[in-house]
């Protein structure tokens, strides 16, 4: 490790041995914010499909420490930038609601589309006494490093292409799932990092890659797109986690949980939000046992999961209209619609209808304009010449085609076949 860092504490991790912690940094891991990513799996739901993802954020934030460490000694990163990114690395997840990323949709209907756990995790930097107290006044910069409009290398290390977040999800989701699609050659990747000064960037320093690694980078960004295809959005995933999204949509919906309570404007939102996690989640849901949320929680507790009742590759579909459709203008209001038409042809309740769109976009394939246009980082190659040229100039391998969309329609089992029969002309009726 860097000679600027002093350990007090190491803790052992199953994928990089042992990770070494400074005082402050040990301080930081007994605040509630940080013990609290204990009780929050990193996947939610993928349990019920590999049994052994019972992994939280908790570890997953020790490893980004980790990672964003040996980044920025490859990088020579010293003193109060090395101590700020380090910091940064150990919260950059302590917004994260219940379940990680199924909460993030509730909390966007309650709070609107701009409602992030990022935007929760600085407010937690600046807000959170125990964090504050000891950050003392790098709490700013930490809170800053993280700020979705920062840029720059400190932040590219935690949130951009080739980030610490990535690199260790990919192979510790990998590794707790028991496959192999999300390991790639980090040591490499490490090896051949470089930074460098961009032209259209003016001074702006940038996370590249020297052209030696140009092969360990292309495994990487495989893996991230195989992660999601085979892990995230495995289909049994995508039913669970529509399942209990559901649950919590019901569960305000019916007063059960207090939606007022975690709205963004309150002063003591962080109180509240800070009491939230997988289990306390799941109890207050199950408190009322008359709601159809409390239903629902049961049968992922039971694994009695919906079925898929329609299925279709939308770039597969010959009803060129209807691929339009579900292409193009498939949206929360239309999903409710189907469900509704769905549940009435069935005779059963709307709750229990699932429509959903999964989009698998290859997006560290996209070319670097595409990217820059989406305010995303490039992937950078520096040349053996020092000049630095964007990935395509060297890749064989490209993405110019339209993300893997599957469209589903979930159903209890008894309703399965009725939702066969009827879902294609349902879907045609509602979305035209």
Not at 66 to 91: N, S
Not at 286 to 313: C, H, Q, T
Not at 381 to 397: A, H, N, P, Q, W
Request: charged share 30%; with cysteine.
């Amino acid at each position: 490790m860097n000679h600027t860092l002093t350990f007090e504490a190491h803790i052992r991790d199953p994928l990089y041995g042992y990770i070494g912690l400074t005082r402050n940094e040990l301080r930081l891991l007994d605040t509630r914010p940080l013990q609290r990513l204990r009780r929050i799996k990193q996947l939610a739901n993928a349990h019920l499909v590999y049994p052994a993802a019972c992994h939280t954020r908790f570890e997953h934030s020790l490893g980004v420490l980790h990672i964003a460490t040996l980044m920025a000694r490859q990088l020579q990163i010293e003193g109060d930038d090395l101590t700020i990114l380090r910091y940064a690395a150990l919260l950059h997840d302590t917004g994260h609601g219940p379940f990680s990323h199924v909460f993030e949709a509730s909390l966007k209907v309650i709070n609107g589309k701009n409602a992030t756990h990022e935007e929760i995790t600085r407010r937690i930097i600046r807000e959170d006494e125990e964090i504050t107290s000891i950050l003392g006044e790098m709490a700013e910069g930490v809170a800053g490093l993280l700020s979705e409009d920062q840029n720059g290398i400190l932040h590219q290390i935690i949130s951009g292409n080739i980030d610490a977040d990535k690199m260790d999800y990919l192979r510790r989701d990998s590794y707790h799932t028991g496959v192999a699609y999300g390991n790639f050659d980090l040591e490499r990747v490490l090896h051949t990092l470089r930074k460098t000064q961009k032209i259209w960037a003016g001074q702006r320093e940038d996370l590249a890659i020297h052209e030696k690694g140009i092969d360990a980078i292309e495994s990487f960004r495989l893996a991230r797109f195989l992660m999601h295809a085979q892990i995230y959005h495995h289909h049994t995933n995508v039913v669970a986690n529509g399942m209990l999204q559901r649950a919590i949509e019901v569960a305000i919906r019916d007063k059960v949980v207090d939606a007022e309570k975690i709205r963004l404007e309150r002063d003591d939102l962080l109180e509240h939000y800070l009491a939230l996690d997988d289990s306390r989640l799941i109890a207050q849901i199950l408190s009322n046992p008359a709601s159809a949320a409390a239903d629902l929680v049961g049968r992922l507790e039971r694994r009695n999961l919906f079925k898929r009742g329609y299925s279709a590759y939308v770039s597969q579909e010959e009803d060129y209209l209807l691929k339009y459709q579900l292409a193009t203008k498939f949206t929360p209001r239309n999903a409710r619609a189907i469900e509704e038409a769905v549940a009435e042809e069935c005779g059963c309740n709307p709750d229990y209808i699932i429509a959903d769109l999964v989009k698998i976009e290859n997006s560290l394939f996209k070319s670097s304009s595409v990217l820059l246009e989406e305010n995303k980082f490039p992937f950078l190659i520096e040349r053996r010449d020092g000049k630095v040229k964007e990935i395509e100039r060297f890749s064989t391998l490209a993405y110019t085609g339209e993300p893997r969309t599957t469209f589903y329609i979930f159903s209890p089992e008894e309703h399965r076949e009725m939702v066969q029969e009827h879902a294609r002309e349902i879907i045609a009726e509602t979305i035209g």
